[in-house]
């Protein structure tokens, strides 16, 4: 049967994986149980790519489409939020179903509420809030003899100023140092991220997204920074130690798997609402210490908590 809604999507990878509950919504309330997901023609970062991969692996998404002229108009419904949805496909989503939202950093929900709410308030969904969604590839498969840490240090753009952490170089030998062979140091990104930091295993630049999140289920533990990664890891339940820097706590923070947030807790934290990360020194991230990270390593393997 051919799905009868439509949903928008343009935003990074950690907000994709946020806006699945979402789409799991709209998706139920459709006959067929399906959605169809619009991308923007002129997006073309490296994200839509990454987004595509994660889609079409999702059970509840029909067919994953670029918007072009040709565009049919024959859904009957049609989502998009203000967060969601840039780019050529804005005009004709809003036009289809036009309301009025709050602009998400003007409160303190988390983003999988913002958009969830939105499918409540605005399309009639009436049930429980679904779960994040993540399906991942079959492989690589990871051996299973050592306890395995996945490092990660990504971000996107001019917000990579107050994500990135840049201390894993020296983390990852007082890792060894301290484990030994007990632990596998497994690396993951994209591009030159973390290209001078030792490890076990190197997977920077060598997956497609649902790969990385096939590695990131086989993890026992992941430390990261505030990354589509860490949400992939959230949704999959797999541990996370963040490293958080100046995004929204309570917009971007874990909310499934057992996670520990080491922050500064600076006045000038969050500065993304400010804008006054274009100015930042990244005082947040290096205040952060190895010696704290080291701690938790130490309690999360020792008695598999925080």
Same mark, same amino acid.
């Given at each position: 049967?051919?799905?009868?809604?439509?949903?928008?999507?343009?935003?990074?990878?950690?907000?994709?994986?946020?806006?699945?509950?979402?789409?799991?919504?709209? @998706?139920?309330?459709?006959?067929?149980?399906?959605?169809?997901?619009?991308? %923007?023609?002129?997006?073309?970062?490296?994200?839509?790519?990454?987004?595509? %991969?994660?889609?079409?692996? &999702?059970?509840?998404? +029909?067919?994953?489409?670029?918007?072009?002229?040709?565009?049919? #108009?024959?859904?009957? !419904?049609?989502?998009? !939020?203000?967060?969601?949805?840039?780019?050529?496909?804005?005009?004709?989503?809003?036009?289809?179903?036009?309301? +009025?939202?709050?602009?998400?950093?003007?409160?303190?929900?988390?983003?999988?509420? $913002? $958009?969830?709410?939105?499918?409540?308030?605005?399309?009639? $969904?009436?049930?429980?809030?679904?779960?994040?969604?993540?399906?991942?590839?079959?492989?690589?498969?990871?051996?299973?003899?050592?306890?395995?840490?996945?490092?990660?240090?990504?971000?996107?753009? %001019?917000?990579?100023?107050?994500?990135?952490?840049?201390?894993? #170089?020296?983390?990852?030998? $007082?890792?060894?140092?301290?484990?030994?062979?007990?632990?596998?140091?497994?690396?993951?990104?994209?591009?030159?991220?973390?290209?001078?930091?030792?490890?076990?295993?190197?997977?920077?630049?060598?997956? !497609?997204?649902?790969?990385?999140?096939?590695?990131?289920?086989? @993890?026992?533990?992941?430390?990261?920074?505030?990354?589509?990664?860490?949400?992939?890891?959230?949704? &999959?339940?797999?541990?996370?130690?963040?490293?958080?820097?100046?995004?929204?706590?309570?917009?971007?923070?874990?909310?499934?798997?057992?996670?520990?947030?080491?922050? @500064?807790?600076?006045?000038?934290?969050?500065?993304? +609402?400010?804008?006054?990360?274009?100015?930042?020194?990244?005082?947040?991230?290096?205040?952060?210490? %190895?010696?704290?990270?080291?701690?938790?390593?130490?309690?999360?393997?020792?008695?598999?908590?925080?």
């Amino acid at each position: 049967m051919k799905t009868q809604s439509i949903a928008n999507f343009r935003n990074g990878i950690g907000n994709f994986v946020l806006y699945t509950p979402a789409l799991r919504a709209i @998706a139920s309330l459709d006959p067929s149980g399906m959605v169809d997901l619009c991308l %923007d023609a002129d997006w073309e970062d490296g994200r839509k790519g990454a987004v595509i %991969d994660l889609a079409k692996k &999702l059970p509840f998404i +029909q067919d994953v489409f670029l918007k072009s002229d040709s565009f049919e #108009k024959t859904y009957k !419904t049609w989502f998009w !939020t203000s967060w969601s949805t840039h780019g050529l496909s804005r005009e004709i989503f809003s036009a289809m179903k036009p309301y +009025q939202q709050e602009n998400w950093n003007q409160n303190v929900k988390h983003e999988s509420d $913002y $958009y969830f709410e939105i499918a409540r308030d605005y399309y009639g $969904y009436k049930g429980w809030k679904p779960t994040q969604l993540v399906v991942p590839d079959v492989e690589p498969i990871l051996p299973k003899d050592k306890i395995k840490i996945v490092l990660c240090d990504g971000s996107f753009g %001019d917000i990579a100023i107050f994500k990135k952490w840049g201390g894993f #170089k020296d983390l990852a030998k $007082y890792i060894k140092r301290f484990f030994g062979d007990r632990v596998s140091l497994i690396k993951i990104g994209t591009s030159d991220e973390l290209h001078d930091v030792e490890t076990d295993v190197n997977f920077v630049s060598q997956l !497609t997204m649902t790969q990385t999140a096939k590695v990131i289920q086989q @993890a026992d533990l992941m430390i990261t920074t505030d990354t589509g990664n860490m949400h992939i890891a959230d949704a &999959l339940g797999t541990p996370v130690l963040v490293l958080w820097g100046g995004s929204i706590l309570a917009k971007n923070k874990p909310i499934n798997a057992m996670h520990k947030i080491i922050s @500064a807790n600076l006045n000038c934290q969050p500065c993304i +609402q400010s804008m006054k990360y274009t100015d930042c020194k990244n005082e947040c991230l290096e205040k952060i210490t %190895d010696n704290e990270i080291m701690f938790y390593i130490r309690k999360f393997i020792a008695e598999g908590r925080f």
